[in-house]
């Protein structure tokens, strides 16, 4: 199976920022899915939509890649709501793939049929991210609203496999379907596929409506200890032990786009080369974080793109959380400050928690 090359686009990534080049960008085509996932940030009905603006039409959002492509950008992120359900999704991604740039897609994998799979056969996407929310239909139907999309799910990912298409599992774990952990690694171990466990789970940032059905943050924690176990290959599991028993940063992963060393402002790519554009039209440093917003299909990319990197140089950190041992471990940043405090530079009970959780449960592992 075709891979993507993470040590080069690390490279580029870690280039591209002291550069302020937008070398990496994420287009969230529509917020529409068709499942109804009860822990969802995003998921927008077109009554919700109606308020916050109208999806880009295929020709805006191929006028708008033709400036990414002439500003530098690299490599994009398809995603949603369910990109799937766009039906000139494969108008789009047969001309983005024309424009040179390196495709990835996050998709349920629900929609995904032999069209698309011949598509991507023709022209391979770097990776497809396909979130499997459980290996049951009861799971599905408890979580998504839906049994028979696991049955569908299953068969975008043998469709997938058959087509040599470079996949990834990913899977996110709540209070409803933290028990099909086992279930979902084995089924990612029988294909030899890779398997990423998320254990934290935004707030609904960017739609109204009740909090997310989340685990307690020393649950979570020591969840995402617990995953390193279906996760991590052996050797890899004995280097993230040794690394909390020792306070000193764990291994790095392949892919993340954390860009490590000391920064102002945004740590990770966001806001230094990469760039969230919203179905709205919208563009934020990271989906997680609407604001600081700038207009890009109003603008023209490159002045909104300035503007949107000077705007991150100047938020704010949590300047608390500089000392703190578990530091290296913390999934803390910026965006998750912002949702979990209201501030970019509060310092989250929830982040904190969870993070003495997972290294404690991670040294108990050793």
């Known amino acids: 199976m075709?891979?993507?090359?993470?040590?080069?686009?690390?490279?580029?990534?870690?280039?591209?920022?002291?550069?302020?080049?937008?070398?990496?960008?994420?287009?969230?085509?529509?917020?529409?899915?068709?499942l109804r996932c009860r822990m969802c940030y995003i998921r927008m009905t077109p009554e919700e939509m109606a308020p916050r603006g109208r999806e880009r039409t295929t020709a805006e959002w191929l006028a708008l890649a033709e400036e990414l492509r002439e500003a530098g950008t690299v490599f994009l992120l398809l995603t949603g709501g369910e990109p799937l359900l766009r039906p000139d999704f494969p108008d789009l991604y047969r001309a983005?793939?024309?424009m040179g740039f390196s495709l990835s897609l996050n998709t349920n994998g629900t929609l995904l049929?032999?069209?698309?799979?011949?598509?991507?056969?023709?022209?391979?996407p770097a990776a497809v991210n396909l979130t499997l929310y459980?290996?049951?239909e009861a799971a599905y139907r408890q979580l998504c609203g839906e049994g028979e999309a696991f049955h569908r799910a299953v068969e975008a990912v043998e469709l997938l496999r058959a087509n040599g298409t470079a996949?990834?599992?990913?899977?996110?774990?709540?209070?409803?379907?933290?028990?099909?952990?086992?279930?979902?690694?084995?089924?990612?171990?029988?294909?030899?596929?890779?398997?990423?466990?998320?254990?934290?789970?935004?707030?609904?940032?960017?739609?109204?409506?009740?909090?997310?059905e989340r685990l307690r943050p020393e649950e979570a924690g020591a969840l995402s200890a617990e995953s390193r176990r279906w996760t991590d290959a052996p050797e890899t599991l004995a280097a993230r032990?040794?690394?909390?028993?020792?306070?000193?940063?764990?291994?790095?992963?392949?892919?993340?786009?954390?860009?490590?060393?000391?920064?102002?402002?945004l740590r990770c790519a966001a806001g230094n080369c990469q760039f969230w554009v919203a179905w709205n039209g919208e563009m934020?440093?990271?989906?997680?974080?609407?604001?600081?917003?700038?207009?890009?299909?109003?603008?023209?990319?490159?002045?909104?793109?300035?503007?949107?990197?000077?705007?991150?140089?100047?938020?704010?950190?949590?300047?608390?959380c500089e000392g703190c041992e578990l530091?290296?471990?913390?999934?803390?940043?910026a965006a998750l400050s912002r949702a979990e405090t209201g501030r970019t530079d509060g310092v989250p009970d929830y982040a904190c928690r969870l993070t003495a959780a997972y290294c404690r449960r991670l040294a108990e592992m050793g």
């Open 327 to 333: 530091k290296s471990y913390c999934l803390a940043c």
């Open 2 to 34: 075709p891979q993507q090359n993470y040590p080069i686009r690390r490279m580029l990534l870690q280039r591209a920022a002291l550069t302020k080049d937008p070398v990496s960008g994420i287009l969230e085509l529509t917020p529409r899915c068709n």
């Open 96 to 98: 983005l793939s024309g």
């Open 113 to 124: 049929n032999g069209e698309i799979a011949a598509l991507f056969r023709e022209l391979p």
């Open 134 to 136: 459980g290996a049951s």
């Open 167 to 212: 996949l990834r599992l990913n899977t996110t774990l709540t209070a409803c379907n933290r028990e099909e952990l086992p279930g979902i690694a084995a089924f990612a171990k029988a294909r030899a596929l890779s398997l990423r466990v998320v254990t934290y789970l935004f707030p609904p940032l960017r739609r109204d409506g009740p909090g997310v």
């Open 241 to 265: 032990i040794a690394a909390v028993k020792a306070r000193v940063p764990e291994p790095c992963v392949p892919g993340e786009d954390c860009l490590g060393g000391s920064r102002e402002g």
């Open 284 to 320: 934020y440093p990271c989906g997680m974080m609407p604001e600081p917003v700038v207009h890009p299909f109003r603008e023209g990319f490159l002045p909104a793109w300035r503007a949107l990197t000077e705007a991150s140089a100047r938020i704010p950190v949590a300047a608390a």
